[in-house]
Structure formats: C-alpha cells, structure tokens
C-alpha cells in the first residue's frame, strides 16, 4: 500500500479539525445548529396557551406545549422551570381553519387546507430588550375526497412541527 504524505492531504486533515472544532464552542451557548443562547439563561417555561378558535381539537394546545417543551429541552441546554423561569414562552391558538382551494370548474376544489396559526409571546425575565411577539402559521393541504377527522393528526404534527421550527429559530437562533 502506498504511504500518502501529502501537504495537500494534511491541509484537508487539519480543515476538516477545524471546522468539527468550531463547530461545538460551549461556553458561549453557541453550537453546530446555530444555537445563540445567553450563558445566563438556563431554564424556560411554556404558560398554557389559550384556544381563541372554537374549531381546533381540545388537545392541540397540549400537544403544541409538549412538542415546543421537548424541542427545545433536546436541542438546548436549557432546563424547564416553571417557578422561576429565565424565558418563558405564552400565547393562544389564533387560527384553526379548514378552506377549498384551487376551484376548478364546476366550483370545486382540488383539495382543502388546514390552516393553524398561534400568537406566540416570547419573554425574557432577565432582559426586557428581548422580548418579541409574533404570530406563527403554517398549513398543510389533503385530498377533497378525505374526512378531516380521517388526516388531522397527521396534518396537525405536520404543521406543528414547521411551526416549533420557526418558533425554536427565532428565539435561539441569529438567522
């Protein structure tokens, strides 16, 4: 077998170290999925947020709780808390809405859309400065032909876990 003693080879050895080094720098809060979270928060809580829209299930704001709550416990350092949290997270389910899209002739749709949205209000309990709110929406679409009852679970984790997303970047990330 021939010994590779290439300085081109080392070159990409060392790049390749580099990078995995940058790519996890603790003591600042950063890490390799761009997560940006002050070294003096450690703990959150998700208040329970309020159905505003009498269509969505009675356990879709449980479900978005859990869901937010084990996102960022698996994908952050921080610990839940919730007698004296340094962030918190509150809000209400804002929209539930099932509506016929594309209408075709003869006036029916090629498929329907479940719409959901929630107001999110995020505050920092050690910085003002940093609280935001923000409505979050996403939707996800099904065949005419199927029952909402039939597909909701499915369309609800769907859409719940585009929305986590958004909400997860904006609180921890600098994109």
């Not at 029916?108 to 979050?136: C, G, H, M, P």
Request: aromatic fraction near 12%; include cysteine; proline fraction near 5%.
């Amino acid at each position: 077998m021939k010994s590779i003693n290439s300085p081109i080879l080392y070159c990409v050895l060392f790049s390749i170290g580099c990078l995995l080094n940058a790519c996890v720098i603790g003591g600042n809060g950063y890490s390799f999925k761009g997560i940006s979270i002050p070294p003096e928060v450690n703990t959150f809580y998700i208040e329970d947020f309020d159905n505003q829209t009498p269509t969505a299930p009675p356990t879709l704001s449980t479900a978005f709780q859990q869901e937010l709550s084990d996102k960022i416990r698996n994908e952050s350092r921080l610990k839940f808390d919730d007698f004296n949290p340094d962030i918190e997270f509150k809000g209400a389910i804002s929209e539930f809405r099932v509506s016929a899209e594309s209408p075709q002739q003869g006036q029916t749709s090629a498929f329907n859309r479940l719409n959901i949205s929630f107001q999110i209000e995020y505050v920092s309990n050690l910085n003002e400065e940093d609280n935001w709110k923000q409505r979050f929406g996403h939707f996800a679409d099904f065949e005419t032909s199927q029952n909402l009852i039939d597909v909701q679970d499915e369309l609800i984790d769907e859409i719940l876990e585009e929305i986590i997303e958004r909400i997860f970047n904006k609180a921890f990330t600098n994109w």
